[in-house]
């Protein structure tokens, strides 16, 4: 087996990826936004797209490696083989593609890191300045956030909002956060941000998109549950108008004053979380996916000269 | 009052300590400012501190014979703002921080109308129960 023997699975891998992830995508855009089942479809576009991909590429290489000697059969075209199989790599749509695919990854996943590696060192001063007030640590300044973040998670409220909110206000906000927490939203989002970096361009954005949304949204309605739909609402617009009206020299965030007024919409309105479809949805994507992946353990050989064919 | 201990961490605990003795009165010379700390550090110790901190750039010195005398380059609210922008800055900015949740993400824009609607809708809520 040499390195150039490798050039077709990955190829396989990366059609495979791309398509599941781009097909994900396409479903994410036209299915319904109950925070619940977006969450869980969210997460499933960007996770199930890589666990097929490898798995079907595991088991062209096993079949290649244990199955029948397919290469005699197919003359006229590049054999998917880890013995012989490196005409793979002489092929020049194929390096060109593996390249920018290859570095669309590469890219992805230094940012990624960076940002994670940044973060920590932020966190680490941000903890060194804030201080324990009750479930919260407050950071004194003028800016206005409120987020919670760390390997052990904890809430950061900057002075400026802790004072300017009212305690039910206050309420909502900490219940909002620790939802997050109860949830495991910071180690789900690490795990889908390392997940997308083999996602299909325009995909990954759509994907954070929904689960963010989501997400907040589900966090919103166990936080009305704790305090009331009153002050969950009251404390977005509070947060929001405090931040908005910081003075000049602030940095940039998303634009988000139309998800706002959603989120507010669908906190007061107490909509239906779509717990049960969830559940079906979760249970539907495992079992696609255990079909998917016995298929092609029992049609590998097929598989294999059906990939040969349509890419060699 | 709200304290500030938590900068130790960010400084070091001598630095900070030698900062909060220059923060409370200055310009201090590196004796002065021993004798403030008190007799647990040498004087050669001291002196790098305060080496360390004008090369941080929280420390200004002035030649006075043949020692030098330091003052504080910036107030201590000053130094925590500046602290925290750092701790903030790639936490909050765009794309950033996978290692966090916010509450909300706010845009620099304000649609006054846009939120004087919302606030609307939330008191004919409040008054609806």
């Given amino acids: 087996m040499t390195a150039a023997s490798l050039g077709g699975f990955a190829l396989v891998f990366v059609v495979c990826a791309w398509t599941l992830s781009s097909l994900g995508g396409v479903l994410l855009a036209r299915l319904e936004r109950r925070p619940l089942v977006a969450r869980r479809i969210a997460g499933a576009v960007a996770i199930v797209p890589l666990v097929l991909a490898t798995a079907v590429t595991a088991m062209l290489m096993l079949q290649s490696a244990f199955g029948v000697d397919h290469c005699p059969v197919h003359a006229d075209h590049a054999h998917l083989c880890l013995v012989h199989g490196t005409e793979w790599i002489q092929l020049p749509w194929v390096v060109a593609t593996l390249a920018l695919v290859g570095a669309t990854v590469a890219a992805r996943l230094v940012l990624v890191i ?102 907040e949204r589900l966090c919103d309605a166990r936080a009305a549950q704790v305090s ?46 779509g717990a049960r479809t969830a559940r079906i949805v979760g249970r539907l994507v495992g079992v696609v996916c255990v079909a998917l992946i016995a298929g092609a353990a029992l049609l590998a050989e097929p598989l294999h000269h059906a990939f040969e064919t349509l890419l060699g | ?31 002065a400012a021993c004798d403030r700390l008190g007799t647990n550090h040498a004087y050669t110790t001291i002196m790098t501190t305060m080496d360390r901190l004008h ?31 750092a701790a903030l800055t790639p936490l909050l900015e765009q794309g950033a ?33």
């Fill in chain 1, 114 to 215: 960076a940002s994670v590696l940044r973060s920590q060192r932020g966190l680490q001063l941000l903890h060194a300045v804030s201080h324990q007030v009750g479930q919260v640590r407050i950071v004194e300044t003028e800016r206005a956030f409120c987020f919670v973040a760390g390997r052990t998670p904890a809430i950061y409220v900057s002075s400026r909002v802790w004072d300017a909110l009212p305690t039910d206000q206050r309420t909502a906000l900490i219940a909002h956060e620790t939802a997050h927490v109860i949830n495991g939203d910071l180690r789900m989002r690490i795990v889908m941000e390392l997940c997308l970096v083999f996602a299909a361009p325009l995909v990954r954005d759509r994907v954070r998109t929904t689960w963010f949304a989501a997400t």
């Fill in chain 2, 55 to 85: 090369k941080k750039r929280l420390l200004r010195r002035r030649k006075d014979g043949n020692a030098f005398l330091y003052e504080p380059a910036m107030d201590r609210a000053e130094y925590q703002r500046r602290v925290v922008e």
């Fill in chain 2, 97 to 129: 921080a996978p290692v966090l949740a916010a509450f909300i993400e706010v845009a620099a824009e304000l649609d006054e109308d846009h939120l004087a609607q919302l606030e609307q809708l939330i008191a004919n809520h409040r008054r609806r129960k």
């Fill in chain 1, 228 to 273: 009331s739909p009153d002050a969950v609402a009251s404390a977005m617009v509070s947060l929001f108008r405090l931040e908005a009206t910081r003075p000049a020299g602030s940095f940039g965030l998303t634009p988000a004053q139309a998800e706002l007024g959603a989120r507010v919409e669908a906190v007061l309105a107490a909509r239906p979380l």
């Fill in chain 2, 1 to 31: 009052m709200r304290t500030f201990s938590g900068a130790a961490r960010v400084l070091g605990d001598l630095e900070t300590r030698v900062m909060d003795v220059v923060w409370g009165e200055h310009p201090l010379s590196v004796r």
